[in-house]
Each structure stands twice: as C-alpha cells, then as structure tokens.
C-alpha cells in the first residue's frame, strides 16, 4: 500500500507539470529539427559521414524535411499536435523500414533515436503543445469575448 502524498507535493507537481511539458516540447523539437539541418545544409556534422542528403532522394531528404520542418514547428508550439503526429509516423517507419531490418530490438539494430523520438512526438501529439506555444497566442480570445461570468444564476425549482 502507497502512502499518500502530502497536498502541497501534489500542488508542487501541477504547478510545474505545464513548465515541464513546455521544455520537453522546446527540447525534443529542437534536437529534431538540428537532426534534418544537418542532413540537408550539412551543418552540426552534416548527415552520417558528412555531408548532406541529395536532393528529393526517397526516403533520406523527404525525412530530414520532415525533422527540419516538424521539429521547428514542434519547437514554436505552432500546429503542434499535427506536426507530432507526422514525426512520429516518420520515425516509426524510418524504425521498421531502415532499422529493424538489421536485428529485431533497438539496442541492436541502432534504432534507439527512431524510437524514442516515435514515442516523444507521441506524447507530445497526446498532450497538446502546453500553455507556452504560438498555438495558444493564435487561439486566445480577447477578454472581453471570452470572460465567463463568475457566478453562474441557478433556476428556481
């Protein structure tokens, strides 16, 4: 049996669940978006052994278009669930289609940045951008439309 936790752990928690939520999306957004930088300008080390990815080659520069672009937008919090979803298809199908055909577990078949980018993006498509994201400027609404009142009339019975 769990002993419960004490109520201002738990307010701690929330308090910086929506923080936490937001470096995770900054972090995993921007590691992504250097992954295609790299393999298309060649930067940061370039593409494995140097270089860049060649020019509409399937599937490596339509990939690193992907990570440039969906990690840019993972990273600004700009259509964020979409873009999540769309890097995590593109990791599990760079895991199946380019890693799992070398050794059925991560572990040995290099695959462990397929994955755990898959389930990062994930999460991040799950649990929406966080508070600190351009989603959350474009959709907010001016007070004065959005104010609900403070209390709510009741109906007589």
């Known amino acids: 049996m769990s002993t419960p936790r004490p109520a201002h752990s738990r307010q701690t928690a929330d308090a910086v669940r929506p923080v936490v939520l937001t470096a995770f999306r900054i972090v995993v957004g921007l590691l992504f978006a250097c992954h295609g930088a790299a393999s298309l300008f060649g930067v940061l080390g370039g593409a494995k052994g140097g270089g860049t990815v060649p ?5 490596g520069w339509w990939a690193a278009l ?6 840019v937008l993972v990273l600004l919090g700009a259509g964020t669930r979409v ?4 890097c995590s298809g593109s990791m599990a199908y760079a895991y199946f289609t ?7 577990l991560p572990l040995q078949n290099g695959g462990e940045p397929s994955v755990l980018f898959c389930w990062a993006f994930l999460a991040i498509a799950a649990l929406g951008s966080g508070p600190y994201a351009v989603d959350r400027l474009l959709t907010r609404r001016p007070l004065a439309a959005s104010a609900e009142p403070a ?5 007589a019975v």
């Open 55 to 59: 020019l509409g080659q399937w599937p």
């Open 83 to 86: 873009a999540a979803l769309l």
């Open 66 to 71: 992907i990570q440039l672009v969906g990690g």
């Open 151 to 155: 209390v709510r009339p009741t109906s």
């Open 98 to 104: 380019v890693h799992q055909e070398h050794a059925l």
